[in-house]
């Protein structure tokens, strides 16, 4: 069964603490993406990743991180630096870009944190 | 950069009766025009999407128009059914962006 999948769907922290939020795709996809989704506003990205070990910072980076070690797999880590960090976030992927052209982004279910 | 600007954010329509869900877009290069359902809960799913080198696509049920001039595009929905309750997201991007910007998103109720 090929897809998306993140884990956990529901995660709770106290302030100041750390978190990974994972990310696994066995579509054998090489771009993975992450977006962060608030209430009432479209889905903003966080960070993005075209390949294994390269990635790079969308419009809204600061207090994230992330890392590209396998293909399969791209976590966000929500740092005590993140002054809002409760919401919905979601994670997608696709196939690269061929000759510019832009490609379907396919999405997993989510993970909604809540800091407490 | 981009920007995506989307129209209206809630819409409420009789169960048979159309929907039109419009966005704007303001970088003249953009060249890719998904639209997404998210249902409640769920991440986002591609239900159709456009390139600027047409100007109207059809699936069934919904389709979507682009006027490139205007830099404008519209999702339309005909013969809504109560399981296209949802939240109706666009996006756009430009030849070798390698990121979508998304609108704001759409919440569409279907009344029986």
């Known amino acids: 069964d090929g897809g998306i999948t993140q884990s956990p769907k529901y995660l709770f922290r106290k302030e100041g603490q750390n978190v990974t939020l994972s990310c696994e795709q066995n579509?054998?996809?090489?771009?993975m993406y992450w977006y962060r989704q608030d209430p009432g506003q479209g889905l903003r990205l966080i960070y993005y990743s075209q390949i294994v070990n390269d990635f790079q910072k969308g419009d809204i980076a600061e207090g994230y991180s992330v890392s590209r070690e396998k293909k399969e797999s791209f976590p966000l880590t929500v740092t005590s630096a993140q002054k809002n960090p409760t919401a919905f976030y979601l994670c997608?992927?696709?196939?690269?870009?061929?000759?510019?052209?832009?490609?379907?982004?396919?999405f997993g279910p989510g993970t909604r944190l809540t800091v407490l | 950069g981009e920007n995506v600007e989307q129209h209206p954010s809630t819409l409420s329509v009789q169960e048979g009766d159309s929907a039109v869900i419009k966005c704007t877009y303001s970088d003249s290069a953009s060249n890719y025009f998904p639209w997404y359902k998210q249902e409640l809960g769920k991440g986002p799913q591609l239900i159709i999407d456009i390139r600027s080198n047409v100007g109207e696509k059809k699936d069934q049920r919904i389709a979507v128009t682009l006027n490139k001039t205007a830099k404008h595009f519209s999702l339309h929905i005909t013969e809504t059914q109560p399981e296209d309750s949802a939240v109706y997201f666009c996006?756009?991007?430009?030849?070798?962006?390698?990121?979508?910007?998304f609108g704001q998103g759409t919440r569409l109720t279907i009344n029986p």
């Open positions: 579509l054998n996809h090489d771009a």
């Open positions: 997608a992927s696709s196939i690269r870009q061929v000759n510019g052209l832009y490609n379907e982004q396919f």
């Open positions: 996006a756009a991007s430009r030849r070798g962006a390698q990121k979508l910007v």
